[in-house]
Nanobody
Framework: VQLQASGGGLVQPGGSLRLSCSAP????????IGWFRQAPGKEREFVAA???????YYPDSVKGRFTISRDIAKNTLNLEMNSLKPEDTAVYYC??????????????????WGQGTLVTVSS
């Protein structure tokens, strides 16, 4: 595990959480960085990414609610999640890799992964 994700927890619907990911052994500047999630019994799905062109990418399911950002000085990436819904419940993974833009939402292009942090949205 080259990346370390943190910040998950239990939150009520409509609430907010901020996930962070540190990279003590990977220089994130070199790569596209992203977040994926996996709910029980479902496949891992794309949540957000910053490409090597520094543009951000989101699926429609989280667009307008989630914001990905990076802190170059601290070599970290973050995911601000607002207006959370029960369907956002999942284990969230941060990732980095030499991903080309056409594959930005595909997990296969990311070489470095965090261990996952659980987000539970429930009342």
């Amino acid at each position: 595990v080259q990346l370390q994700a943190s910040g998950g927890g239990l939150v009520q619907p409509g609430g907010s959480l901020r996930l962070s990911c540190s990279a003590p052994r990977v220089t994130l500047d070199y790569y596209a960085i992203g977040w994926f999630r996996q709910a029980p019994g479902k496949e891992r799905e794309f949540v957000a990414a910053i490409g090597r062109n520094l543009h951000t990418y989101y699926p429609d399911s989280v667009k307008g609610r989630f914001t990905i950002s990076r802190d170059i000085a601290k070599n970290t990436l973050n995911l601000e999640m607002n207006s959370l819904k029960p369907e956002d419940t999942a284990v969230y993974y941060c990732a980095a890799g030499p991903v080309i833009l056409s594959q930005i939402a595909a997990a296969t292009g990311y070489h470095y992964w965090g261990q996952g942090t659980l987000v539970t949205v429930s009342s």
